[in-house]
Nanobody, 122 residues
Framework: QVRLVESGGGLVQAGGSLRLSCTAS????????VDWYREAPGKQRELVAA???????NYADAVKGRFTISRDNANNIVYLQMNSLKPEDTGAYYC????????????????WGLGTQVTVSS
């Protein structure tokens, strides 16, 4: 099992910054890729940033150049640094992880955190 807990959300003015953290516990050595999604009211959950198993990163066009995903593997934390925030960045942000259960025929699993709210005022 991999458990994820997000933190760092809050209320910020447009142009400001926030850093979200996602702390993983459990079978953390089995984690492959990690990512951040967000869900705005009335909209579908969308990918914001991902850090793949090969170490590469990719970002949604809407956040390129403003957001940065990074991993602290020693402490099992994934960060999302968000700069130059805009009101349209408002939403619930969720951390996700793809991991493998090697005790069960290498079954792939997906874990989600419960989310942290980010509100950007204009």
């Amino acid at each position: 099992q991999v458990r994820l807990v997000e933190s760092g959300g809050g209320l910020v003015q447009a142009g400001g910054s926030l850093r979200l953290s996602c702390t993983a516990s459990g079978s953390t050595s089995n984690i492959n890729a990690v990512d951040w999604y967000r869900e705005a009211p009335g909209k579908q959950r969308e990918l914001v940033a991902a850090n793949t198993s090969s170490g590469s990163t990719n970002y949604a066009d809407a956040v390129k150049g403003r957001f940065t995903i990074s991993r602290d593997n020693a402490n099992n934390i994934v960060y999302l640094q968000m700069n130059s925030l805009k009101p349209e960045d408002t939403g619930a942000y969720y951390c996700g992880a793809d991991w493998t259960d090697y005790t069960d025929y290498a079954t792939p699993w997906r874990s989600w955190g419960l989310g942290t709210q980010v509100t950007v005022s204009s």
